[in-house]
């Protein structure tokens, strides 16, 4: 999955002069040009951009998936399909029983609760609907370990938001794909908060 990702984005910034329609390529050469004139400033220490293209290169951690919907499938397909990970490398969680025999069906490992992916998952996808986000991660925030990394999909779910329902040293990314994901090919924006430094940063774009 070709995933290019606007990291500690400012949308208004970027936008200047690119237009809706460009196609992912040209978006983010479009991006690397704009920041590179303008933007992007090493010595600027409050504010940092960066315009990456994830790798294929293959993710020696666990993926899990609190909540199994279309989007957690897409994205979970396209790891697999472009070798990111194994298909035995993922499991998921989901109420509906036919979402969990869907993941089963593609090699991953489905289970009954949410505190079982976050317990046994490196990256955790919060892929639930935006009003159940809060409880699932409250939920999860127990077992999380200290160098989980938590993504969230979710519309509307700021990283305040995040940070508030898994704790504050959490490591937690937020990321807007949109339905090309659906197709294996997608342009989205993340933002990073908590603890997530350079290293998370290159996980999470992976």
Same mark, same amino acid.
């Given at each position: 999955?070709r995933?290019? +990702?606007?990291? &500690?984005?400012?949308?208004q910034?970027?936008? &200047?002069?690119?237009h809706?329609?460009?196609?992912?390529s040209?978006?983010? +050469?479009?991006c690397r040009? #704009?920041?590179?004139?303008?933007?992007? /400033?090493p010595?600027h220490?409050?504010r #940092?951009?960066? *315009?990456?293209? +994830?790798?294929?290169?293959?993710?020696n951690?666990?993926?899990?998936f609190? !909540?199994?919907?279309?989007m957690?499938?897409a994205?979970?397909? =396209?790891? %697999?399909? &472009?070798g *990111?990970?194994q298909a035995?490398? %993922?499991?998921?969680?989901d109420?509906a029983s036919a979402?969990?025999?869907?993941?089963?069906?593609?090699g991953?490992t489905?289970?009954?609760?949410?505190?079982?992916?976050?317990?046994?998952c490196? *990256?955790?996808?919060v892929s639930?609907?935006?009003?159940y986000?809060?409880?699932?991660?409250t939920e999860?925030r127990?077992?999380?370990?200290d160098?989980s990394?938590? %993504?969230?999909?979710?519309? !509307?779910?700021?990283v305040?938001?995040?940070?508030? /329902?898994? =704790?504050?040293n959490?490591r937690?990314c #937020?990321?807007?794909?949109n339905?090309?994901?659906l197709?294996g090919?997608? +342009?989205?924006a993340m933002?990073?908060?908590?603890?997530? =430094?350079? =290293?998370?940063?290159?996980?999470?774009e992976?």
């Amino acid at each position: 999955m070709r995933l290019f +990702a606007l990291a &500690r984005l400012d949308m208004q910034a970027l936008s &200047r002069g690119i237009h809706t329609h460009s196609t992912p390529s040209t978006l983010a +050469a479009a991006c690397r040009a #704009r920041l590179a004139n303008s933007c992007y /400033a090493p010595t600027h220490t409050k504010r #940092r951009y960066s *315009v990456l293209v +994830a790798s294929t290169m293959s993710l020696n951690k666990r993926i899990g998936f609190m !909540g199994s919907g279309q989007m957690a499938e897409a994205l979970a397909r =396209g790891l %697999i399909d &472009r070798g *990111v990970v194994q298909a035995s490398q %993922i499991c998921c969680s989901d109420p509906a029983s036919a979402r969990k025999d869907l993941f089963r069906s593609l090699g991953c490992t489905p289970y009954d609760t949410n505190l079982e992916v976050a317990k046994n998952c490196d *990256v955790v996808f919060v892929s639930v609907k935006p009003q159940y986000v809060h409880t699932v991660l409250t939920e999860a925030r127990p077992v999380l370990k200290d160098d989980s990394l938590v %993504i969230s999909i979710a519309a !509307g779910i700021t990283v305040a938001q995040l940070l508030e /329902a898994a =704790g504050p040293n959490a490591r937690v990314c #937020r990321v807007m794909p949109n339905t090309p994901c659906l197709v294996g090919e997608s +342009a989205a924006a993340m933002c990073l908060g908590g603890k997530v =430094g350079a =290293g998370w940063l290159c996980r999470a774009e992976q």
